[in-house]
């Protein structure tokens, strides 16, 4: 559906391909299911490569196995996300940037939308998808979400271009016993290489810096009991990452995993990204979608990666359940 859209609206993407490197035998049932799983999805042209074909593809990689995608692509997507934007006002939607609701109340049967900068909205019915912010907007309409919101920083490095160490995508095998991916490389439609992302605790939702800290979100996140439990499961791994965090020589040897001739004079420090990860009182990161129906209201409560890929598929879904739950008609989704 993405592609369809970006050829429809002159958005440029790259079928650049993509490979899953498995690096020691544990990995091997691991790549075979994924295999599996992609081929059961419809996913064109995968296939299960030895080293010597991935040498071909990626000739600075290493692995026993691996799985190559040719359909993988990459797109900019504040390209996608503006395109989107036109269109929808373009059918008379009316969207308000940098003004935050703050405070939802219910007045005669509507739902009134206080915000930081502009007038109320007085809505019948709302869809909520504040990321980040989910389940304090949810929070504002008075539902209890049985899960919060904790952020985690994704910091990368630059890869340096000119050893041409990495062509396209180089991931590593997701293990389901832990709850991020790990480090890998990623081709930019600019032809940038990016490396990372960590997955490090932050102290502020929007908290894309180091030293980025909220008193009252954290105060909040420490009052949560999902938090502590969340800590007891995964402290060395937590702390792990931290280290990561301030030492590029622990993040270049994640890298080197998968890449080893790489060293930390190929890398400078890039961007970062906030993960807003939905974890539950147990202590347990929800790693599927969660989305909370109330008669006048839909939370978005967990759209984890690759939900800007899946944005349109999960448009549509959302949009079902609007109708249904909202009594809606008349409506084309
Ligand atoms: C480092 C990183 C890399 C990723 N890479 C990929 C990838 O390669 N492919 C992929 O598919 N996915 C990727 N993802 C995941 C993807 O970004 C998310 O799954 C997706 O953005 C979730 O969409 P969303 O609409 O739920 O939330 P968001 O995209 O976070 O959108 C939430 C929106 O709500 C707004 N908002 C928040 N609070 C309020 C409020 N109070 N009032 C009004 N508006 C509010 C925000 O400003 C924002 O615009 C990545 C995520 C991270 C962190």
Same mark, same amino acid.
């Given at each position: 559906m993405l592609t369809e859209f970006c050829e429809a609206n002159a958005v440029p993407y790259q079928r650049c391909g993509k490979v899953i490197i498995g690096t020691d035998d544990t990995d091997l049932a691991r790549l075979a299911a994924l295999f599996e799983r992609g081929k059961a999805n419809g996913v064109a042209g995968l296939e299960l490569i030895g080293s010597e074909r991935l040498r071909e593809i990626e000739p600075h990689a290493r692995g026993i196995r691996a799985l190559h995608c040719p359909t993988t692509a990459i797109v900019d997507f504040r390209r996608v996300a503006e395109a989107m934007a036109a269109q929808l006002v373009r059918s008379g939607v009316l969207i308000r940037r940098a003004d935050p609701v703050v405070c939802v109340r219910r007045s005669g049967g509507a739902l009134v939308l206080e915000t930081r900068n502009g007038s109320p909205v007085e809505a019948g019915s709302l869809i909520n998808c504040? %990321? /980040?912010?989910s389940d304090s907007v949810a929070r504002m309409t008075g539902v209890a979400p049985d899960v919060r919101i904790i952020p985690f920083r994704g910091e990368y490095y630059v890869v340096r @271009?000119? @050893?041409? /160490?990495?062509h396209a995508l180089i991931y590593p095998v997701p293990d389901p016993s832990f709850p991020f991916l790990g480090v890998h490389f990623t081709r930019r439609i600019t032809g940038e290489i990016e490396a990372g992302p960590n997955a490090v605790l932050a102290?502020? #939702?929007? %908290?894309? #810096?180091? @030293?980025d800290v909220q008193v009252a979100e954290s105060l909040g996140m420490l009052a949560y009991r999902g938090f502590w439990a969340m800590g007891s499961r995964y402290w060395r791994m937590g702390l792990e990452e931290m280290y990561r965090s301030f030492s590029r020589r622990s993040f270049v040897r994640a890298l080197q995993r998968l890449v080893p001739d790489l060293s930390d004079e190929d890398v400078t420090p890039g961007g970062s990204g906030v993960r807003a990860q939905a974890v539950a009182p147990d202590g347990t990161l929800v790693d599927d979608f969660r989305i909370v129906e109330t008669p006048d209201a839909l939370h978005v409560l967990n759209a984890p990666s690759p939900a800007a890929t899946a944005s349109l598929a999960i448009g549509r879904h959302i949009a079902g359940i609007a109708m249904r739950s909202f009594g809606l008609r008349g409506y084309r989704c």
């Open positions: 504040a %990321g /980040l912010h @271009r000119d @050893r041409s /160490l990495v102290f502020a #939702r929007e %908290g894309y #810096r180091k @030293r």
